[in-house]
């Protein structure tokens, strides 16, 4: 976790993780590093997008996901249906970057705030 915090390419160098294209190292991490909350909330500080590695149940944090889509707004994409439709959770995204609208819950994309 410290080596993560320094630096979030720093796991490319364990035997049972890959660095995907964008920058993301969970694209092929074992299982238990998908579901360790703390790990994957490190990451989607550096990089939003690693919220698409997390299992459902990480999805639907609302902590992580926020922390996600502070950093991309478009991780919107990856958050649980819940949390889609959650007015600041939508709010930060869409401020973050305004074409993650595309991914809110209906009632929001209508929402004028």
Sequence with gaps: LEAVRQNGDALRWAADLRVDAGGCFLIEAAAPLKVDREL???????NGWALRYA???LRADRELVLEAVRQNGLALHYAADSL?????????AVWENGNALEWAADPLKADCE
């Design 40 to 46: 994957l909330l490190e990451a989607v500080r550096q």
């Design 55 to 57: 299992t459902d149940p």
């Design 84 to 92: 889609k439709a959650d007015h600041e959770v939508v709010l930060e």
